[in-house]
């Protein structure tokens, strides 16, 4: 036992030293530091509040039942914008697609240089019925409360955070722009898209078309999806701006299985319901294998910051990765940005409780993991429930998107300009898990990224499509002179 300890002590303080010195050396500061180079001219801020607080009342919603859409609404909020903005209708081209959706451009001073695309959506997401008394103030009523001293106060209503608080933002600082005679250096193209929170198809798939007719090519493409989060990234005291380089793929897996029907007093040894509850039990028990891809590349950028444990883990993956990996997939919020994750959404049986079902019905909602693909996803869904009785199809099939640079020009301006404005903010790339836009643009530049100029907490985070959706006034402020900043820099 002795000789056993003599080997064994020494090999354990040389492991212990090999992990310091990593802990110690593997990271280092990443963060590009602050250097503003524009003077950000005063808002008008009470005038830009009315301004989002109409667009707020607008109730431009978009449903999975395109008969529901009130199409008017569209053209009422396209004629809000021209009234709110009118020197970006005088001096940009506007172009309408597909009917509702905007796109302008705003000529640069070089056109040797690719263009920059800047995207947001008009449409929002309905308010359930069952919860619109649960508001503190009215959803579509774009109150302001708290307001008149500069910065200070709140904006309620659906459509704040997600997405006519950025979209409105973005207008806000091309006007403020033109209104300083300032030209960008190269051309800027902002596009709007009408249905993106029913997939974007008839929008933003169609603007995205467009360009490649017109041979435009992008030097980088920002969209909504990122965020600056406050202690939701355990380790880091200071927040975080979290700039998405890729986003998730989804897909509807169909599951269906019939049977014959009968009598519930004469039933077989398993009804349809049955086999098909053993099949998504099957697949809640075999989820897809996880990977730290994505979260070694957000700790990459702002590892220098952590605290002491999750460096010392981190800089060791060869080997903690196992210890990582199942501490995350044991938290569902934190697992879903490591793999493919399987939800079980959708159920359907007999329409009487007495009486066997002669088919059974689910879905499964899966978010694609990069590196799967939509068939990859139902192979191994095939696979996992191995029982020919279940028929497996889909809908709704989106691959996920690639993955863009954080070398680029278009991730280090996004970087620089979140510094420019708070020194304080790390900012590192992340793997959006919804969906946006930005997917569809792929075909006209390979820098896309994800990002808005607003606070995330677990708090916040609640109220995006849910009760309360809200930002506050020195959010929007800030997300003005983000974007301001941005399209000086380019």
């Given at each position: 036992m002795k000789k056993i300890l003599?080997?064994?002590?020494?090999?354990?303080?040389?492991?212990?030293v090999i992990m310091l010195l990593r802990t110690s050396f593997t990271f280092e500061d990443k963060q590009l530091v602050s250097t503003p180079s524009t003077t950000i001219p005063t808002i008008d801020e009470p005038h830009a509040l009315q301004r989002l607080s109409k667009a707020i009342q607008i109730k431009t919603i978009s449903y999975d039942e395109s008969a529901k859409v009130d199409k008017q609404t569209f053209l009422q909020f396209h004629q809000h914008l021209a009234q709110s903005f009118p020197l970006i209708h005088q001096q940009a081209r506007k172009q309408v697609i597909n009917q509702h959706s905007l796109v302008f451009h705003i000529a640069g001073k070089d056109a040797s240089l690719k263009p920059a695309l800047f995207l947001a959506h008009m449409d929002v997401v309905p308010v359930d019925e069952n919860t619109r008394a649960k508001w503190t103030h009215a959803p579509f009523a774009g109150e302001i409360t708290g307001a008149g001293v500069a910065g200070q106060g709140t904006i309620w209503g659906r459509g704040t955070m997600d997405d006519k608080g950025g979209?409105?933002?973005?207008?806000?600082?091309?006007?403020?722009?033109?209104?300083?005679?300032?030209?960008?250096?190269?051309?800027?193209?902002?596009?709007?898209?009408?249905?993106?929170?029913?997939?974007?198809?008839?929008?933003?798939?169609?603007i995205a078309q467009h360009f490649k007719q017109q041979n435009i090519e992008f030097e980088f493409v920002l969209d909504e999806g990122g965020a600056i989060t406050q202690g939701l990234m355990q380790g880091f005291d200071r927040p975080v701006a979290l700039v998405g380089i890729a986003e998730k793929g989804y897909v509807n897996i169909h599951l269906n299985v019939d049977a014959d029907g009968g009598h519930a007093s004469q039933p077989p040894k398993q009804t349809a319901v049955?086999?098909?509850?053993?099949?998504?039990?099957?697949?809640?028990?075999?989820?897809?294998?996880?990977?730290?891809?994505?979260?070694?590349?957000?700790?990459?950028?702002?590892?220098?910051?952590?605290?002491?444990?999750?460096?010392?883990m981190m800089s060791n993956l060869w080997l903690t990765s196992p210890l990582i990996k199942s501490a995350l997939m044991g938290k569902s919020k934190l697992a879903a940005s490591l793999h493919t994750t399987m939800a079980a959404t959708m159920v359907s049986g007999s329409s009487k409780s007495n009486i066997l079902p002669t088919q059974a019905?689910?879905?499964?909602?899966?978010?694609?993991?990069?590196?799967?693909?939509w068939e990859t996803v139902k192979l191994r869904i095939e696979k996992v429930i191995d029982d020919p009785r279940v028929t497996v199809t889909t809908t709704k099939?989106?691959?996920?998107?690639?993955?863009?640079?954080?070398?680029?020009?278009?991730?280090?301006?996004?970087?620089?300009?979140i510094r420019d404005l708070d020194e304080q903010i790390l900012v590192a790339p992340y793997l959006v898990q919804g969906g946006t836009d930005s997917k569809y643009f792929y075909k006209v530049s390979a820098n896309?990224?994800?990002?808005?100029?607003?606070?995330?907490?677990?708090?916040?985070?609640?109220?995006?499509?849910?009760?309360?959706?809200?930002?506050?006034?020195s959010e929007y402020m800030d997300t003005i002179r983000f974007y301001y900043q941005i399209l000086n820099r380019v």
């Amino acid at each position: 036992m002795k000789k056993i300890l003599t080997l064994i002590i020494p090999l354990v303080v040389l492991l212990a030293v090999i992990m310091l010195l990593r802990t110690s050396f593997t990271f280092e500061d990443k963060q590009l530091v602050s250097t503003p180079s524009t003077t950000i001219p005063t808002i008008d801020e009470p005038h830009a509040l009315q301004r989002l607080s109409k667009a707020i009342q607008i109730k431009t919603i978009s449903y999975d039942e395109s008969a529901k859409v009130d199409k008017q609404t569209f053209l009422q909020f396209h004629q809000h914008l021209a009234q709110s903005f009118p020197l970006i209708h005088q001096q940009a081209r506007k172009q309408v697609i597909n009917q509702h959706s905007l796109v302008f451009h705003i000529a640069g001073k070089d056109a040797s240089l690719k263009p920059a695309l800047f995207l947001a959506h008009m449409d929002v997401v309905p308010v359930d019925e069952n919860t619109r008394a649960k508001w503190t103030h009215a959803p579509f009523a774009g109150e302001i409360t708290g307001a008149g001293v500069a910065g200070q106060g709140t904006i309620w209503g659906r459509g704040t955070m997600d997405d006519k608080g950025g979209l409105m933002a973005l207008m806000e600082s091309v006007e403020l722009m033109l209104k300083n005679n300032i030209q960008p250096n190269r051309d800027i193209y902002l596009a709007f898209g009408h249905d993106e929170e029913v997939g974007g198809l008839e929008g933003a798939a169609k603007i995205a078309q467009h360009f490649k007719q017109q041979n435009i090519e992008f030097e980088f493409v920002l969209d909504e999806g990122g965020a600056i989060t406050q202690g939701l990234m355990q380790g880091f005291d200071r927040p975080v701006a979290l700039v998405g380089i890729a986003e998730k793929g989804y897909v509807n897996i169909h599951l269906n299985v019939d049977a014959d029907g009968g009598h519930a007093s004469q039933p077989p040894k398993q009804t349809a319901v049955g086999i098909l509850s053993q099949a998504i039990v099957n697949l809640e028990q075999n989820p897809f294998p996880a990977s730290l891809e994505f979260t070694k590349l957000t700790f990459e950028a702002i590892g220098n910051e952590a605290a002491f444990t999750p460096k010392l883990m981190m800089s060791n993956l060869w080997l903690t990765s196992p210890l990582i990996k199942s501490a995350l997939m044991g938290k569902s919020k934190l697992a879903a940005s490591l793999h493919t994750t399987m939800a079980a959404t959708m159920v359907s049986g007999s329409s009487k409780s007495n009486i066997l079902p002669t088919q059974a019905n689910g879905v499964v909602n899966a978010r694609i993991f990069p590196g799967e693909t939509w068939e990859t996803v139902k192979l191994r869904i095939e696979k996992v429930i191995d029982d020919p009785r279940v028929t497996v199809t889909t809908t709704k099939n989106v691959n996920p998107s690639p993955v863009s640079s954080v070398d680029s020009f278009g991730f280090r301006l996004i970087a620089q300009s979140i510094r420019d404005l708070d020194e304080q903010i790390l900012v590192a790339p992340y793997l959006v898990q919804g969906g946006t836009d930005s997917k569809y643009f792929y075909k006209v530049s390979a820098n896309v990224y994800r990002f808005l100029m607003i606070r995330a907490s677990r708090s916040t985070l609640k109220r995006l499509h849910g009760i309360d959706e809200q930002i506050t006034v020195s959010e929007y402020m800030d997300t003005i002179r983000f974007y301001y900043q941005i399209l000086n820099r380019v």
